[in-house]
């Protein structure tokens, strides 16, 4: 970015950052601030590690539904492989995500 910070992840509609899930709302300010540098959307994926961070999940949405935040959303969790090809696995992920699919 222009002053030095750095998106997590930049595709060509959305500015996202990755954040665990207690940083749930460090995640709301950071990828809104990305969104604003790159003129992208603003998006977050929240890595969830155990069943217990669902609350996570849960309090990212209802802030962003109560405030109406221009945010997409997408969860991912320890079933996921992050250990090889993280770049080219999301880079798959969010292209079929932002194109609509599941």
């Not at 665990?20 to 300010?29: C, P, T």
């Amino acid at each position: 970015m222009p002053d030095g910070t750095r998106c997590d992840c930049l595709t060509d509609t959305h500015a996202i950052e990755f954040d665990f899930g207690e940083k749930w709302a460090e995640s709301v300010g950071q990828s809104l601030y990305y969104g604003l540098q790159t003129g992208k959307e603003p998006g977050v994926v929240l890595i969830l590690e155990e069943d217990s961070d669902r609350k996570y999940w849960i309090r990212l949405n209802t802030t962003i539904d109560h405030h109406k935040l221009p945010i997409k959303t997408w969860e991912t969790n320890e079933d996921d492989d992050f250990s090889e090809g993280i770049a080219k696995k999301f880079s798959s992920w969010f292209s079929l995500l932002l194109k609509g699919g599941e």
